[in-house]
């Protein structure tokens, strides 16, 4: 039953970049009287010795854009004791690529083969077993970003030198995958704890292989058979759950899962999605803190 | 609400909404600045971040 008064459902949404989306979430939870409040997490401290925020807040959505803020905002308010959607948990897994595939794995979930190396020499090897062309992705980042695709050795050889003369740590752990042929389109399914909210086609541009909607790719709204649909949905359980959007390939042996991103952008699958998201994503946040 | 551009002197302009955190420009030159709203509600704009090396989903 709804909560009345003063027992309702207090929400905070942290961000650090205010974009479509946190705006979106804000505008749903106030079309439906919910005490919302944005927190803004570069203009504020938090005081890591109190729980006073238990007072003020029954559940956090956690929208920051820089990764390591989101993970850290999750785990103050976790401590505190308010429900962080998405946990630190579930953030740290899905931050992290490799995390991520071994959990996907873990649970049966199909993904494209993936070796890891932290080595250069080793990592080649591991792409000679792979077999070209193949992927190379960092462990941590988004949009597409750094993601390479190489035809042969010799490109594998480049790609992977540059990678290891960086400064960035993350990137000398070398995360290989099979490249799967797939059509010129990628699924992005968005899901609230055990219910698929939006299923999308994304295209890739012309002049791009990617089809992250950061990089230009267009959406289109996808009907997906149920195998397809409860795969999508076992993924999101198998990283913990919460609001999740669940990158997925069609491969030439059913559709294979890559990624799950644990702040989902959604400003692309809004405008051809028959859902309103943000509405189901704040409701879902209302009716998991109820619990 | 309108600031000075520190680029370039023209306008950039705040809506009266704005909340802290979102992202304006210049009318003029197109540089991007961020809105920080402080508690007595105090409003400074600040050049916005280049994209940052874990930003993203």
């Given at each position: ?6 027992n ?8 650090d ?7 979106a ?11 919302v ?33 989101g ?5 103050i308010?976790?401590a ?9 948990e579930?953030?740290?897994i899905?931050d ?28 080649l090897?591991?792409?000679?077993e ?11 980042g988004?949009?597409g970003?750094?993601?390479a ?17 960086g ?6 752990i070398?995360?290989l995958?099979e ?6 389109r ?26 992250n ?13 149920d195998?397809e ?9 198998a990283v913990?759950?919460g ?9 030439p ?6 990624e ?24 879902y ?5 109820k619990? | 609400m ?18 802290s ?18 508690e ?18």
């Open positions: 039953m709804e909560k009345t008064g003063e309702r459902v207090k929400l905070a949404i942290a961000y970049l205010l974009r479509f989306e946190e705006k979430l804000y505008n749903e939870a106030q079309k439906l009287s919910v005490p409040e944005m927190m803004h997490v570069d203009s504020l401290s938090f005081d890591l010795n109190t729980s006073d925020y238990i007072d003020r807040y029954d559940v956090l959505l956690q929208r920051c854009i820089s990764h390591s803020r993970l850290h905002v999750s785990a308010f976790e505190m004791g308010i429900l962080a959607i998405n946990s630190y579930v953030s740290a899905c992290d690529k490799l995390l991520t595939t071994l959990r996907l794995s873990r649970k049966g979930i199909p993904t494209p083969k993936t070796r890891v190396a932290f080595n250069q020499e080793q990592a090897k591991a792409l000679d792979l077999g070209y062309p193949a992927v190379i992705k960092p462990i941590v988004s949009w970003r750094l993601v695709r190489v035809r042969d050795r010799e490109e594998a050889a480049a790609v992977i030198e540059s990678r290891a003369s400064s960035n740590p993350n990137d000398h070398l995360y995958q490249y799967i042929k797939r059509p010129q990628d699924i992005r399914a968005i899901v609230a704890g055990d219910e698929l909210i939006a299923t999308v086609y994304r295209y890739q541009p012309p002049n791009d292989w990617r089809t909607v950061a990089r230009g790719g267009t959406s289109e709204e996808a009907k997906l058979g195998a649909r409860e795969i999508l949905l076992k993924a999101a359980e913990g759950g609001i999740l959007g669940i990158d997925a390939m069609e491969g042996s059913g559709i294979v899962v890559h799950v991103n644990s702040t989902v952008e959604f400003r692309g699958a809004s405008t051809v999605s028959t859902n309103n998201i943000p509405r189901k994503m704040v409701e946040a209302l009716r998991v803190a619990r | 309108e600031f000075e551009c520190e680029q370039c002197g023209g306008q950039v302009q705040v809506p009266k909404d704005a909340l955190g979102e992202l304006v420009s210049c009318k003029d030159c197109g540089s991007e600045y961020e809105i920080m709203i402080d007595n509600g105090t409003i400074e704009l600040k050049a916005a971040e280049e994209v940052g090396e874990d930003w993203g989903e």
